[in-house]
């Protein structure tokens, strides 16, 4: 069959993160399973308007904020394109609102509801309070009369829970977990001799850089030695600010940011380092989580939707309530000082991370689409 997925962000985005590796590796699996995948997203700086990534076509319209879902509506409407028997509407703040134009089987893909986010958005002030004010006065409605009567497919039970606040049914969720890549070099690079804490993910005031910042801060105080690597990148003015706020906290000659880094590189930086921490406000399920235990680092950070799946509490990591950097610190000095505790946690991290199969979440996602537009 022919199916459409339709996603703010798409292979090869700079921004692009956990939510499209995991789009990837769904999309791929249902082509290898003879299926042809169109997959519609914003385009980006040097990037192609057309590309074939494993044999999935890529189009590539408008930028990632919402000219993409507009790009996406004048596409499908008066476009030419393949006849598809099935959409995948991916949320990202805002859906695709194809229940309003597409009149074939469609499928809601959602990692987290945005709630709290929306006020964390990058516009300047006063500009940040449209849609923060517009984001959270519409997002429960456009749930609860667009899209409760379409099926929906998520990556934990935190946004399974969220979904049904917003009045989607549960009989309409199905919930897949997320598998993970990994690159692990062999032997494993052993600990650094100086305690090193780092942060992998986006710079945004959402993934909880500031925080992380500020938790590194009174952990300084505490243990003048000890380093914090800062794996990822953000707009140019949010690093500029980044950059500011190290000196104003008196970190900026500890602090190493290292950009963006893949493959193994990325996880021999994660085996090196002793703790990741992970401030984030809100996710969908944390991958990093994930990639960080798959070398036998454990993880500090909020428990919040998302981390709260990813991460168990006291068995591969340690969580605290959110906007509490200093607990945040409290728990990793605890951690790495703890060696019984921390050795435990170890070998808990390797255990958990084990079980995520791309093989497995994908052949779930393959058997709803196909239930879905009749075609098994």
């Not at 690079?189 to 090193?196: D, E, F, G, L």
């Not at 590194?216 to 950059?243: A, C, H, M």
């Not at 709260?308 to 990793?332: F, M, W, Y």
Request: charged residues 20%; glycine residues 6%.
């Amino acid at each position: 069959m022919n199916i459409l997925m339709l996603s703010w962000r798409g292979p090869g985005h700079p921004n692009s993160g956990g939510a499209e590796i995991n789009t990837l590796e769904n999309v791929t699996a249902w082509t290898k399973a003879g299926h042809s995948v169109t997959w519609f997203t914003s385009t980006f700086p040097g990037a192609t308007p057309f590309e074939v990534v494993n044999k999935v076509k890529i189009v590539r319209r408008g930028s990632q904020n919402f000219k993409v879902n507009l790009a996406a509506f004048t596409w499908y409407l008066f476009k030419p394109h393949e006849r598809f028997d099935i959409v995948v509407d991916q949320f990202h703040g805002l859906p695709f609102f194809t229940s309003l134009y597409v009149k074939v089987p469609k499928l809601a893909f959602i990692h987290e509801v945005a709630r709290e986010v929306w006020w964390l958005n990058p516009w300047p002030k006063p500009f940040n309070l449209i849609p923060a004010i517009v984001g959270s006065f519409l997002e429960p409605w456009i749930f609860r009369i667009l899209y409760k009567d379409i099926p929906f497919m998520t990556v934990s039970n935190s946004t399974k829970e969220d979904l049904i606040k917003y009045g989607i049914p549960e009989k309409n969720i199905s919930v897949f977990l997320s598998g993970v890549n990994l690159s692990i070099p062999s032997p494993l690079p052993p600990k650094n001799k100086i305690p090193t804490i780092v942060f992998l993910g986006a710079l945004s005031k959402d993934k909880g850089i500031e925080d992380a910042l500020l938790t590194f801060s009174f952990i300084s105080k505490l243990r003048p030695s000890w380093k914090f690597w800062v794996i990822g990148q953000g707009e140019t003015n949010y690093q500029l600010y980044l950059d500011t706020l190290c000196q104003k906290l008196q970190v900026d000659k500890k602090v190493k940011f290292l950009g963006p880094v893949y493959s193994l590189e990325k996880f021999k930086l994660l085996s090196q380092s002793h703790i990741l921490i992970n401030p984030s406000i809100r996710e969908g399920w944390g991958l990093v989580n994930i990639e960080a235990n798959a070398v036998g680092t454990p993880v500090v950070g909020y428990s919040v939707p998302g981390t709260k799946d990813s991460v168990r509490h006291q068995i591969t990591g340690l969580l605290c309530p959110p906007h509490h950097p200093e607990l945040l610190a409290g728990n990793t000095i605890r951690l790495i000082e703890n060696k019984k505790l921390y050795k435990r946690l170890v070998s808990n991290s390797l255990r958990w991370s084990r079980q995520f199969s791309w093989d497995k979440f994908t052949k779930q996602s393959l058997n709803l689409i196909e239930n879905l537009a009749g075609k098994k």
